[in-house]
């Protein structure tokens, strides 16, 4: 039975990583053509601008113009980032939902078990599970009677995070600090670069 559960849980995950790809890659050929884009728009008012002085004045055209075209390449540059904040801000909003929509699963439950037992929490630990998996609690209490199980109001996406009073640590299990690391470790790769 729970080789069928890690089995579903890896066909999740497969699927889940699937899908964040297949959005990253449409995400980032957007990004690139949108900053091509951005970039040609700048460099032709940059050019008209520079033509348009030109004739005027040359010496005033130069330092205008090289000043004008540096504020459109740092523009240019600005709104490529502030798109690459939204897309990655899409792609993390998209997994979220996916996220929510296998917390109302029947696979959910089955998962937190796993997840509490993999925890291994002691008698006296404390586990956290969000306000929406309170229902959970009795099921999870069933195997550790004697570990409190509170709510956490910073669970919002799934999961649990274990105590543990004789070490003094927190074991995080939640969905919520996974798809932090992941957001981390996706806006240190550059993905959209």
């Given at each position: 039975m729970e080789e069928i559960n890690n089995e579903k849980?890896?066909?999740?995950?497969?699927?889940?990583?699937?899908?964040?790809?297949?959005?990253?890659?449409?995400?980032?050929?957007?990004?690139?053509?949108?900053?091509?884009?951005?970039?040609?728009?700048?460099?032709?008012?940059?050019?008209?601008?520079?033509?348009?002085?030109?004739?005027?004045?040359?010496k005033k055209v130069s330092g205008k113009?090289?000043?004008?075209?540096?504020?459109?390449?740092?523009?240019?540059?600005?709104?490529v980032l502030l798109r690459r904040e939204e897309l990655t801000g899409q792609v993390f909003d998209a997994v979220s939902k996916r996220l929510a929509q296998y917390r109302t699963s029947a696979d959910y439950a089955v998962y937190m078990k796993k997840?509490?037992?993999?925890?291994?929490?002691?008698e006296g630990d404390v586990v956290y599970i969000g306000e929406e998996d309170e229902k959970l609690s009795e099921l999870l209490k069933k195997d550790y009677s004697d570990v409190e199980f509170k709510t956490d109001e910073h669970i919002h996406l799934g999961g649990l995070s274990v105590y543990s009073r004789k070490n003094g640590t927190i074991s995080d299990r939640t969905f919520d600090f996974s798809l932090d690391e992941q957001r981390k470790e996706f806006a240190g790769r550059n993905s959209f670069a």
């Open positions: 849980l890896q066909r999740f995950s497969l699927a889940v990583n699937s899908e964040i790809d297949h959005q990253v890659d449409e995400i980032i050929r957007e990004a690139e053509k949108k900053s091509r884009t951005i970039i040609e728009e700048a460099n032709a008012r940059s050019a008209e601008t520079a033509d348009k002085y030109y004739a005027e004045n040359i113009y090289l000043r004008e075209a540096s504020r459109l390449e740092l523009e240019a540059k600005k709104e997840l509490l037992a993999e925890a291994a929490p002691a």
